[in-house]
Structure formats: C-alpha cells, structure tokens
C-alpha cells in the first residue's frame, strides 16, 4: 500500500492532494513507460476528477464507521493506485507482444523484398581481365547514347561492371588502325534472356574471349574468327543465357 505523508488530522488542499498523488504516481507506477503509451494525462485526470476536485462526494465516504476526509482520500488513492499498475502492467504486456510480432512481420516483409529485388532486378555481372601485354582502354557504349571509357587495364589487371535490365549496347578496346573488336550484350531488353555475341563486322584490333554464365566459350582471335559476326547477317552467332557473371578476357 502507498502511504502518503500526511496525518489524519492535517488539513491537506487540493493543489497539495493532487501534487502528492501525482508524485507517487510517477515515482511509483513507471511514469516514463506510462508517457510513452500517452495514458498518463488520463489518469491524472481521472483522479483529479474523482478525488480531488469532489465531483461525487459519495466517492469520498467509506462504507462504515468515521474517518475524515484526508484519510478517506488516502484510501481511495492506494486503490486507484494498484488499479494503475495493474493496468500498466497489462498495457505492457500487451505492447511487449505487438512490439515483438511487429517486428516479425517487418523482417518478413523485408525479406520478400530483398527476394523480389534479387529475382526482378539482378544484374549482369561482367568481369573484363586483360592479359596481353599492352594496356586496354575499356569503352563502353550503350545503344543511342554517347561512348565513354571506363576503365584502363592494365596487364595483369581487371575491372568489374554491373548492368541492369534493359541495358543493351557493347564493350570495347580503343585504339589500333585495324578496326575494332566488340563484345555485344543485350540483358533482357525484350525478353527474360540475356543475348551476346563477339563481331568483327568492323574490323578486329585485339582478341577477346567469352565465358558465359551458362558455360559457352567464344574467342575472336583474328579478324576471320568462326565464332564472331562477320556480317550483319549473321544471327546464328548470338547466343542466348541466363544472368549471372560474364568474363571477358583479352587474350591470344
């Protein structure tokens, strides 16, 4: 039982009831937990109306026998009290476990997301290694937009890139007086396969060879290579896989 500090027969007013009141409260029945769940204005409320400001003045009598008015108060306060605990308690309880299947439902949703994001929007993954002896000028070039270069390598070097769906244009060495060597990729442009392919339509300055997620293998290692295009028409040299890694390699 809560014990306020006051004798029965000390006059106490209704500023100081309210104030002592409030303060076991607070001090008593986890006022910080109360405010975060916003009762604590109803319950002071609830009180001062009740106890303290005398709106039913049967409230404050006891059943039997004499008391004053301050020890009547006093009870009535001690049982308002252990109704707020116990009503704290439940609250807590009850938030404890929204809190915790809250949280389940948000990693559930979290993780068909992540899924959803990795089934719709996987990229293609293209690792480009330059083992010949001179240094390569990777420029990349998607369709109906400027070329730029993206990386030199080196040899012995590599450089990674990653497309999104829809990308479609090619990769390429800059520089010889030869022509040029391409690898093409499309990624799912129009359908859910990724289609690539070597040409040499224009020419041929460095060999490459392809490695697809799939396991095919192409090489243009001269400007007459069987695997490469080497005319427009052609088509029977675009080949079709799954996404995942590509490597480049420019090699002999």
């Avoid at 116990?86 to 997301?113: L, P």
């Avoid at 829809?166 to 859910?192: K, M, P, Q």
């Avoid at 007459?224 to 427009?232: E, S």
Wanted: hydrophobic content about 30%.
């Amino acid at each position: 039982m809560y014990f306020l500090s006051a004798s029965s027969d000390e006059e106490v007013t209704d500023d100081e009831m309210n104030s002592n009141v409030w303060s076991e409260i607070e001090s008593e029945s986890d006022g910080e937990f109360l405010e975060d769940h916003g009762i604590v204005e109803q319950f002071r409320e609830s009180l001062v109306r009740s106890l303290l400001l005398g709106s039913s003045s049967e409230n404050l009598k006891p059943g039997s026998g004499q008391q004053s008015t301050s020890q009547t108060k006093y009870k009535l306060v001690d049982h308002k009290l252990e109704e707020i605990e116990e009503s704290a308690r439940n609250i807590r309880r009850r938030c404890t476990g929204c809190y915790e299947q809250g949280r389940k439902q948000q990693s559930r949703e979290a993780s068909y997301a992540a899924a959803k994001k990795t089934v719709l929007i996987m990229p293609i993954d293209i690792v480009f290694i330059n083992r010949l002896s001179q240094t390569i000028n990777l420029v990349k070039t998607r369709n109906n937009r400027p070329s730029r270069q993206i990386a030199n390598i080196h040899p012995g070097g590599s450089v990674s890139c990653s497309l999104p769906d829809g990308w479609s244009g090619n990769f390429r060495h800059a520089g010889g007086t030869g022509g040029i060597t391409l690898f093409e990729v499309s990624v799912r442009a129009n359908d859910r396969n990724v289609y690539y392919d070597l040409s040499v339509i224009d020419g041929f300055n460095v060999p490459m060879k392809v490695r697809a997620p799939d396991g095919t293998r192409l090489k243009a290692l001269h400007r007459r290579a069987r695997d490469a295009y080497l005319f427009p028409a052609d088509n029977s040299k675009t080949h079709a896989s799954r996404a995942g890694k590509f490597i480049v390699t420019f090699e002999r």
